[in-house]
Protein backbone atom coordinates (compact mmCIF):
# COMPACT_ATOMS: atom_id res chain seq x y z
CA UNK A 1 0.00 0.00 0.00
CA UNK A 2 2.74 2.22 0.93
CA UNK A 3 4.44 1.92 -2.20
CA UNK A 4 1.45 2.41 -4.31
CA UNK A 5 1.36 6.09 -2.17
CA UNK A 6 4.41 6.89 -3.08
CA UNK A 7 4.27 6.30 -6.55
CA UNK A 8 0.84 8.38 -6.73
CA UNK A 9 2.57 11.28 -4.72
CA UNK A 10 5.16 10.87 -7.32
CA UNK A 11 2.90 11.28 -10.13
CA UNK A 12 1.15 14.10 -8.78
CA UNK A 13 4.50 15.79 -8.34
CA UNK A 14 5.66 15.23 -11.63
CA UNK A 15 2.50 16.52 -13.33
CA UNK A 16 2.41 19.81 -11.30
CA UNK A 17 5.95 20.05 -12.02
CA UNK A 18 5.09 20.00 -15.88
CA UNK A 19 2.33 22.16 -15.23
CA UNK A 20 4.72 24.67 -14.17
CA UNK A 21 7.55 24.65 -16.48
CA UNK A 22 5.22 24.14 -19.42
CA UNK A 23 2.95 27.13 -18.63
CA UNK A 24 6.19 29.13 -18.29
CA UNK A 25 7.11 28.21 -22.01
CA UNK A 26 3.71 29.29 -23.17
CA UNK A 27 4.49 32.51 -22.07
CA UNK A 28 8.40 32.67 -23.16
CA UNK A 29 6.98 31.45 -27.09
CA UNK A 30 3.89 33.98 -26.65
CA UNK A 31 6.81 37.18 -26.45
CA UNK A 32 8.58 35.38 -29.05
CA UNK A 33 5.62 35.50 -31.39
CA UNK A 34 4.57 39.28 -30.41
CA UNK A 35 8.46 40.31 -30.95
CA UNK A 36 8.10 38.19 -34.37
CA UNK A 37 5.09 40.12 -35.35
CA UNK A 38 7.05 43.42 -34.49
CA UNK A 39 9.84 42.39 -36.59
CA UNK A 40 7.73 41.28 -39.83
CA UNK A 41 5.91 44.81 -39.38
CA UNK A 42 9.44 47.02 -39.57
CA UNK A 43 11.11 44.79 -42.08
CA UNK A 44 7.45 45.23 -44.04
CA UNK A 45 7.84 49.13 -43.51
CA UNK A 46 11.45 49.09 -44.32
CA UNK A 47 10.84 47.17 -47.52
CA UNK A 48 7.80 49.42 -48.83
CA UNK A 49 10.14 52.55 -48.21
CA UNK A 50 12.25 50.93 -50.84
CA UNK A 51 15.19 50.60 -47.71
CA UNK A 52 14.74 46.91 -47.14
CA UNK A 53 14.62 43.13 -49.31
CA UNK A 54 11.76 41.14 -49.86
CA UNK A 55 14.28 38.39 -48.79
CA UNK A 56 14.09 40.18 -45.16
CA UNK A 57 10.53 40.44 -45.33
CA UNK A 58 10.02 36.10 -46.13
CA UNK A 59 12.75 35.38 -43.62
CA UNK A 60 10.75 37.66 -40.98
CA UNK A 61 7.78 36.14 -42.06
CA UNK A 62 9.72 32.07 -41.54
CA UNK A 63 10.60 33.69 -38.29
CA UNK A 64 6.76 34.35 -37.36
CA UNK A 65 5.96 31.23 -38.61
CA UNK A 66 8.45 29.15 -36.63
CA UNK A 67 7.33 31.29 -33.37
CA UNK A 68 3.45 30.35 -33.55
CA UNK A 69 4.69 26.50 -34.40
CA UNK A 70 6.69 27.32 -31.07
CA UNK A 71 3.84 28.61 -29.06
CA UNK A 72 1.24 26.61 -30.16
CA UNK A 73 3.12 23.16 -29.26
CA UNK A 74 3.93 24.68 -26.26
CA UNK A 75 0.38 25.28 -25.63
CA UNK A 76 -0.51 21.56 -26.59
CA UNK A 77 2.39 20.74 -24.22
CA UNK A 78 0.70 22.42 -21.32
CA UNK A 79 -2.35 20.99 -22.19
CA UNK A 80 -1.21 17.54 -22.30
CA UNK A 81 0.58 18.45 -18.38
CA UNK A 82 -2.72 19.79 -17.36
CA UNK A 83 -4.46 16.12 -18.03
CA UNK A 84 -1.54 14.13 -17.01
CA UNK A 85 -2.58 16.10 -13.56
CA UNK A 86 -5.95 15.47 -13.78
CA UNK A 87 -5.53 11.61 -14.28
CA UNK A 88 -2.65 11.95 -11.40
CA UNK A 89 -5.12 13.27 -8.71
CA UNK A 90 -7.85 11.21 -10.22
CA UNK A 91 -10.13 14.03 -11.72
CA UNK A 92 -12.49 13.17 -14.58
CA UNK A 93 -14.77 14.96 -16.74
Known amino acids: MREVELRIRLEVETATSNIESTRARVGVM ?46 ADYNTALAQFRLAVGETQ
Do not use: F, M
Open 30 to 75: QKAVEQAKESLRIERDKYDLGKGAIVDVLDAQAALLNSQTNYYRAL
